[in-house]
């Protein structure tokens, strides 16, 4: 036999083990909610930064979405963080070029967190109006480079938004996944527990109800938690009994805001 062809079949061989291999760790590398129908979101990342700092002490980012609403007006939100001591920031909603909402937020707003990510649309309780998600990073260093403010705006029937923000732990945005196929996709959320001096990452389920976010764990045995480790990880841990799981779940977000 050619010495050659041997080597060479030897090499194809191996080639195509490890594209399996590969292929089969891509199809099951997931965590265990991403099993479920997933939303699909429109994005924008348009920001118009308006910074008065030097003079009017305060900084602006805009950003115009167009034929937003159902009747083809289009949706101005406005993002204004000021460089005093105030650490709230305003979230000012424009329907067309008319304001129509004015809201608090306690996260602040600078240049390189408002545009890290893009604002994302979606009707995400399932309710035919659009709804609107913002993430924004706190910046930090390793772990706390996860450290995310997440704000929700759900729209309501006469074109105001109900918001809610809080504090999460995420590497890129975390999708809403729909748990039951009714049409309004859960929220998942994650934190860092301690158990026995292992840390694992925590996920909850939330769901917009009733103009607030209701833990919704029972829909799926829920929390789960996946060990810490080194390398990617993405298996609900054996070092748990799930019933003990539950002595971990949360009954909202952490540092939750509500405004209208």
């Known amino acids: 036999m050619d010495i050659e062809f041997l080597i060479t079949t030897i090499k194809l061989k191996d080639l195509l083990f490890i594209l399996i291999a590969l292929t089969i760790f891509n199809v099951h590398s997931q965590y265990d909610y991403e099993k479920y129908p997933a939303i699909k979101y429109q994005k924008y990342s348009n920001w118009k930064i308006y910074d008065w700092s030097k003079t009017k002490r305060k900084i602006n980012f805009t950003i115009t979405i167009k034929n937003f609403y159902s009747t083809g007006d ?11 001591k105030n650490k709230n920031s305003i979230i000012r909603i424009f329907k067309n070029k008319q304001q129509i909402q004015k809201i608090t937020e306690i996260m602040r707003f600078n240049p390189s967190n408002v545009q890290f990510e893009p604002v994302r649309i979606a009707d995400i309780n399932g309710d035919g109006l659009n709804d609107i998600k913002i993430n924004i990073p706190y910046m930090g260093n390793g772990l ?3 450290n995310y403010r997440i704000i929700y705006l759900f729209q309501t029937e006469n074109g105001k938004f109900i918001k809610i923000s809080f ?7 975390r999708k809403e996944y729909d748990f039951d196929n009714d049409g ?3 929220i998942i959320t994650s934190n860092l527990i301690n158990y026995k001096n292992h840390n694992y990452w925590t ?12 833990n919704v764990n029972y829909k799926a045995n829920y929390p789960i938690m996946i060990q810490l480790l080194f390398n990617k990880n993405y298996k609900i841990t054996d070092r748990i009994d799930r019933n003990k799981m539950k002595d ?3 009954k909202i977000p ?3 805001d509500y405004k209208k």
């Open 167 to 173: 504090d999460d732990k995420m590497e890129k945005n």
């Open 184 to 186: 309004n996709y859960e």
């Open 144 to 146: 706390a480079a996860m």
């Open 74 to 84: 289009n949706l101005t939100i406005q993002l204004t963080s000021f460089s005093s």
């Open 254 to 256: 952490t540092n939750i």
């Open 248 to 250: 971990y779940e949360i």
């Open 203 to 214: 996920f909850n389920i939330f769901e917009f109800n009733n103009e607030k976010l209701e």
